[in-house]
Nanobody
Framework: VQLQASGGGLVQSGGSLRLSCLVS????????????LGWFRQSPGQQRELVAT???????NYADFVKGRFTISKDNAKATVYLQMSSLKVEDTAAYYC????????????????WGQGTLVTVSS
C-alpha cells in the first residue's frame, strides 16, 4: 500500500487548507471502503499524534485540539481521504500523514507501516 498525501503549504493564521491522501497499491476501492482511516501529524521534535478519524461507515472523530475547525471525509471510489482545515493556528504547523486505523483500547492505532512522505503544513502568524 502506498500513501500519497498532498495539499499542504504555507498559510496565514486563520486561513484554510484542504489535504488529500490517495491510497494506492494492492487495495481496491471496495477494500478501501472497509477501512477506518485517519490523519496524523508530527511537528519537529514531537511524537506523531492523531488528528481525526473516519470509520468505514463515515462516522468522524476528532482530537479536541481540532474540533470545530477540521473536517475529515473520504471518497471510496477514488480511494482518497481528505482533511479540510479551517481557522488554522500556528500550532497546527506540522507534517500531516494519513493511514488506515484500527480502533483499540478507546483509541485508534495506525495499521500500515508505510506512512509515505506526508505533506507539510506551515501556518504563519
Amino acid at each position: 500500500v502506498q500513501l500519497q498525501a498532498s495539499g499542504g503549504g504555507l498559510v496565514q493564521s486563520g486561513g484554510s487548507l484542504r489535504l488529500s491522501c490517495l491510497v494506492s497499491g494492492s487495495i481496491t476501492p471496495r477494500v478501501f471502503s472497509l477501512h477506518a482511516l485517519g490523519w496524523f501529524r508530527q511537528s519537529p521534535g514531537q511524537q506523531r499524534e492523531l488528528v481525526a478519524t473516519i470509520r468505514s461507515g463515515g462516522e468522524p472523530n476528532y482530537a479536541d485540539f481540532v474540533k470545530g475547525r477540521f473536517t475529515i471525509s473520504k471518497d471510496n471510489a477514488k480511494a482518497t481521504v481528505y482533511l479540510q482545515m479551517s481557522s488554522l493556528k500556528v500550532e497546527d504547523t506540522a507534517a500531516y500523514y494519513c493511514n488506515a486505523v484500527d480502533p483499540r483500547d478507546g483509541t485508534f492505532y495506525p495499521r500500515w507501516a508505510n506512512w509515505g512522505q506526508g505533506t507539510l503544513v506551515t501556518v504563519s502568524s
